[in-house]
Every structure is written in structure tokens, then in C-alpha cells.
């Protein structure tokens, strides 16, 4: 496996109207599984594209082992795998056929391109669909036709842009799992909104939230600094609508004697609320759901 070492400097993303997607990302990543979490529209997609030379950086500098991408984005591509949040097949074409197609773009060819299509086939678990047309697949295989495509080049750098849309809950299973298998000498960045997709895969966790990053570290590291603002608190069901107008809340369970809400507060909510350990959703929900956790969770 070759080197694996990829920095980002201040990098930054503006649109011609002045609006930053992206705004001072410093992070200094090597092999391993990085979860990058964040709601829909903090600019994971943009920084995704700017990390796949699909898109410029406007300001900042990406370097991988050291070239620098706005100069050299071939020292990347040849070794990067890539699946993009709208990523398209061709419904006329088999599996097979399409994942060969693909192959010989990225410059493999004859028996080397067979097997590495028998191989990501088999990964993605879609051996015994692979000749049947892509338009005939349902949403969840067609995204496992894309995991396999973004493998075909075995790549030091696999990046994924929120690869479980689509995916029943064994399937997504599955995903977690050959995202384990796969990671070893190389950087796999897994941009999604669902925590649960990078909780038991994740090595680290870069968390943006309006084109900024606010946390980068272990998820054990997160969840550390969510302690203190997660309280448990049961409620007479008629006071819902009112706490969930007054705190961030990470979920509600209805029982005889009322509803046990888990509540996110800087300060025990109630006299009846009970301080509850933080799971990563909670802190993941403190990080980008209250003001409090954004201005007190600078990245580092």
C-alpha cells in the first residue's frame, strides 16, 4: 500500500454571491476511518468534491503525500475512490457490464479488470444479481453498485458522500462492515448525517456545521465533552409540545407513568430531571443543536 497522508490547510469554498459552503478547514488526516458528520447543508458535500478534485478549493491548499492538488490532481485520481451523493448507472447495462465500462476508464483492462469486478461484486455481496439490468435493481442494490464502482482501482483514499440513502437496515449493516474490512493502510472518509453510520466504523470524527469545522477527534472525545448537558426527565404527555419548544431534545419513550424525555440543557432542566450519560447521538445533537455547544466546541 502506498503513502496515506492528507492535509488541509485553511481551506475554504465561496460562491460568486459571497456565501462560504466552506470556510477554514485545518485537519491533518493518515489511514484509518474518519466519520465527517454534520446536518444537511453544512458543506460536507462541498468538502467532499474539493477532497475528490472534482472541485477547486477558493481558498486553503489539499495536499496528498505532500503534492499539492490544485497543481497536481493526478497525483490523487489515480489512487482515489469515489462515490458521490448522486451517483447514476446506466439502466440497459448489467452490473457486470457497467462495472466493467467503469474499469477501463480507470485504466484496467482484460483478466485484471475481470477480477477486480468479480471481486467488488462480491464485496458489495450482488454475485448472484450481477447480469441482471440496472434497471431492475431497487435503490439499496444500485447504491451497492456504487460502493463497488468507487473499489474497482483498490484506492488509498476512499471517500463516500452519504452511501447508505437508499439502504435497508441489513444492507447498512453490511456497509458498516466492509467499511471495517477495508480500512487498514488507508483513509476512508464517510461523510453522512447519521450517526449510527459511523458510530461502530469511525476512528475519528470531523464534525462541520455551517461550512465550519467544530470538532475533530475520537468519538469517545465528543461524547467527553457532551458530559453534564444530557438529562433524562419524565413529563405528563400534555407538557411535550412545551419542553420541546424550550430544549434541544435527542428522543422521547411514552410509559405508564408519563414520557421519559432525554433532553440536551447546560443546566439540570427540572428538579425531577436525572443526569444521563451521553451516547454519541447526544453529543453529536449538543455539538451542532444549541448555540451553547457550537461556541464552546472549537475544533482542535
Not at 483478466?111 to 439499496?140: H, I, P, T
Not at 453522512?192 to 468519538?219: K, N, Q, W, Y
Not at 453529543?283 to 443543536?289: C, D, E
Request: overall charge neutral.
Amino acid at each position: 500500500m502506498s503513502q496515506c497522508a492528507l492535509s488541509l490547510k485553511s481551506v475554504g469554498y465561496r460562491y460568486s454571491g459571497g456565501h462560504h459552503a466552506v470556510n477554514g478547514i485545518d485537519l491533518e488526516l493518515g489511514p484509518g476511518i474518519l466519520g465527517l458528520l454534520g446536518p444537511n447543508g453544512a458543506g460536507k458535500s462541498t468538502l467532499m468534491r474539493i477532497l475528490a478534485t472534482m472541485t477547486c478549493a477558493t481558498s486553503g491548499r489539499v495536499t496528498w503525500n505532500g503534492e499539492d492538488l490544485a497543481v497536481s490532481p493526478n497525483a490523487l485520481r489515480h489512487t482515489l475512490g469515489y462515490l458521490p451523493q448522486d451517483f447514476g448507472v446506466y439502466p440497459a447495462l448489467s452490473a457486470r457490464e457497467f462495472l466493467a465500462f467503469l474499469a477501463a476508464v480507470k485504466g484496467l483492462s482484460g483478466a485484471k479488470a475481470r477480477e477486480r469486478v468479480d471481486v467488488c461484486l462480491s464485496l458489495v455481496g450482488l454475485n448472484a444479481a450481477a447480469d441482471r439490468r440496472l434497471g431492475e435493481y431497487s435503490g439499496g442494490m444500485r447504491q451497492r453498485v456504487g460502493i463497488a464502482q468507487a473499489l474497482l482501482n483498490d484506492p488509498t483514499l476512499l471517500i463516500v458522500d452519504e452511501p447508505t440513502v437508499g439502504l435497508d437496515p441489513e444492507e447498512r449493516m453490511r456497509f458498516r462492515h466492509l467499511l471495517t474490512d477495508l480500512a487498514g493502510e488507508r483513509l476512508v472518509i464517510l461523510s453522512t448525517h447519521i450517526v449510527s453510520d459511523v458510530e461502530a466504523s469511525a476512528t475519528a470524527l470531523a464534525v462541520m456545521s455551517a461550512g465550519e469545522l467544530r470538532f475533530h477527534g475520537t468519538p469517545d472525545q465528543l461524547i467527553a465533552r457532551a458530559q453534564g448537558h444530557v438529562w433524562d426527565w419524565t413529563i405528563a404527555p400534555e407538557r411535550l409540545a412545551e419542553v420541546r419548544k424550550q430544549f434541544t431534545m435527542c428522543g422521547s419513550l411514552r410509559r405508564p407513568e408519563g414520557i421519559r424525555v432525554r433532553v440536551i440543557a447546560s443546566e439540570r432542566p427540572h428538579v425531577d430531571a436525572q443526569p444521563a450519560t451521553p451516547e454519541l447521538e447526544d453529543a453529536y445533537t449538543w455539538l451542532t443543536g444549541t448555540a451553547a455547544g457550537a461556541s464552546a466546541a472549537g475544533a482542535h
